[in-house]
Nanobody
Framework: QVQLVESGGGLVQAGGSLRLSCAAS????????MGWYRQAPGKQRELVAA???????SYVDSVKDRFTISRDNAKNTVYLQMNSLKPEDSAVYYC???????????????WGQGTQVTVSS
């Protein structure tokens, strides 16, 4: 199977920075799109940023010019650099990856367990 393990969350003051990492491991043949979602209490989960296998990126308007998504294909890892953080960025952040497995060449979306980001004012 495939596992996604996130790291890098924590507590930071407004205006500060954090870098999230998400490493995929297991029976991986290839990884297509990767992305980061977030969910704040009482709100729906939203897509924050996404990156294709070729490196094309997209962002939700509220984080443009502050967050940067990147990936290291050799390490099967996606990153989210978050700068100029605001209290409204506080949420549980989840990484996701569209993975084709070695066995049967099946493609599915996999999710990490989530990492808490809290921005104090």
């Amino acid at each position: 199977q495939v596992q996604l393990v996130e790291s890098g969350g924590g507590l930071v003051q407004a205006g500060g920075s954090l870098r999230l990492s998400c490493a995929a491991s297991g029976s991986i043949f290839s990884i297509n799109g990767m992305g980061w979602y977030r969910q704040a209490p009482g709100k729906q989960r939203e897509l924050v940023a996404a990156i294709t296998s070729g490196g094309s990126t997209s962002y939700v308007d509220s984080v443009k010019d502050r967050f940067t998504i990147s990936r290291d294909n050799a390490k099967n890892t996606v990153y989210l650099q978050m700068n100029s953080l605001k209290p409204e960025d506080s949420a549980v952040y989840y990484c996701t990856a569209k993975v084709t497995t070695i066995v049967f060449r099946m493609t599915n979306d996999y999710w990490g367990q989530g990492t808490q980001v809290t921005v104090s004012s």
